[in-house]
């Protein structure tokens, strides 16, 4: 079965095609784009680019799994409404997953930090054990986060190494495709039905609700 | 299918979800979803909340288009969608979601420009547009008067507002009248038990002096202070307030500054042919005085019904199914949301 992982909520706008069988995942390709404005305008020729580079088509597609988030909502948007729109012209399900979880996963063994860049001199974080959440995700000022491991790894923890003091796995600075298809492979297997991607925002919208009126006479 | 292309079109530039079906000049379906309850307790809309809104709503709203016109998105020769202006993050859910459809079904994409497809619209009512034209568009996020020579290829922007937009002094004045949210429609109620002469509200900009630079600007920011302090020194002597007279004299000096400058804009460039679009254009006043001051100068008036002049799905599909059929090139899928696109650019160039 071959699966469409997005992911857009950090930096990196990522597009891979991850080949999923009854008793295991193989990375087919992936496309991966470091620039926090343009999502946007990267994703989409990221994911003919993955499909050509594959030599499939879309119509090819068993599933997509997109990357909830947490991460900054504008770019997060892009790629669950590039998942939503591509699953419902295609007919196939659409399978959402916390991005932190990928990472998590993809950092193996041991307890580990993972950590994303929320802006606002914040971060999106959660940590886990042996690839299992324990605890998040959660929106927090650095210095805030009670750590609890022995490493970290997402662009987050680099940004904020010397808050955190632990050692930062520099390869994994971003969700992977395998580890988001990995997280939602038995739902793939079973053919689940299909889930409405809701981003995890964790913060509220900024708005606030008029005072009284401001006189004009002075 | 040059000549009936059948297209789709997806509008998120602000609080509506729209998504809209056309064959030629044909409206299939027209699918809408609104945010505008959620923006009322905070008396404009919210960017945030209208982006997240437009995220929840655009694959039902896509369903029942679909569903209204009875094809599927294999049928459709291409898909439009607002490319910009309008708020950046809402416009961006529209643009990913088309790109989504278009790779997925690999059909080829547009990205149109709002306030040109606010023009095409009216084309689904009213036939083909004679061009040269002039289009009047207001609305909460725009007041812009336009030539239009061709509207494939381009449109000349003739005035804008310097600062609110009309729809923006209508929601401005009904939350000092306390009116509530949208303004449009509740003054245009109201507006109708008062006398439009009671209290001479300004004209902006239309005096002799702002011939030179602003003969076909607009602005309303000094209008909605004027009714402020009217307002409020009425509240101060303790007298009531007659919110009747209050909005229709207020709706008299935006129509008649309105109304004026457009059939100005139709004489003076030779124009015979009168657009009006956005949401102000269903203004009941704005209607009789376009249509009174236009036949004093044999111009014709053409106004689309109502849920055609409000943003919606079908006016990107028309133009889409213009430019498809005028052969013009599709743009390519880094095609960005643009929440400051000039109206040089009727589409993004491929
Ligand atoms: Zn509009």
Known sequence: ?218 | MRDEPLVLGIETSCDETGVGIVRGHTLLADALASSVDQHARFGGVVPEVASRAHLEALVPTMQRALDEAGVTLADVDAIAVTSGPGLAGALLVGVAAAKGYALAAEKPIYGVNHLAAHVAVDTLEHGPLPEPAVAMLVSGGHSSLLLVDDLTAGVTPLGATIDDAAGEAFDKVARLLGLGFPGGPVIDRTARDGDPGSIAFPRGLTAPKDQAKHRFDFSFSGLKTAVARWVEARERAGEPVPIAHVSASFQEAVCDVLTAKAIDACVSNGVGTLVIGGGVAANSRLRVLAEERAARHGIVVRVPRPQLCTDNGAMVAALGSHLVAAGVAPSRLDLPADSAMSLTSVSVPG
């Open chain 1, 1 to 218: 079965m071959l699966v469409l992982a997005l992911d857009t909520a950090t930096p990196a706008s990522t597009a891979a095609l991850v080949e999923v069988t009854a008793d295991g995942l193989f990375g087919v390709a992936e496309n991966r784009t470091v620039d926090p404005r343009a999502h946007g305008e990267k994703l989409a020729p990221e994911i003919t680019a993955v499909l050509a580079e594959a030599g499939f088509r879309p119509r090819d597609l068993t599933a997509i799994v997109a990357g909830l988030g947490p991460g900054p909502f504008t770019g997060l948007r892009v790629g669950l409404a590039t998942a939503a729109s591509m699953g419902q012209a295609l007919g196939i399900p659409t399978y959402g997953v916390c991005s932190l979880d990928a990472l998590g996963r993809a950092a193996g063994p041991g307890r580990v930090l993972i950590a994303t860049d929320a802006r606002r001199r914040e971060v999106y974080h959660a940590t886990y054990a042996d690839g299992v959440r324990e605890t998040g995700p959660d929106v927090a000022k650095p210095a805030d986060v009670a750590v609890n491991a022995d490493k970290a790894a997402g662009e987050g923890a680099l940004k904020y190494g010397d808050v955190f003091g632990l050692p930062v796995e520099e390869h994994l600075l971003y969700p992977p495709g395998a580890a988001l298809v990995a997280l939602a492979a038995d739902r793939i297997r079973e053919a689940a039905p299909s889930e409405i991607l809701t981003p995890l925002y964790l913060r509220r919208p900024d708005a606030v609700e008029p005072a009284g009126r401001k006189p004009v006479l002075t």
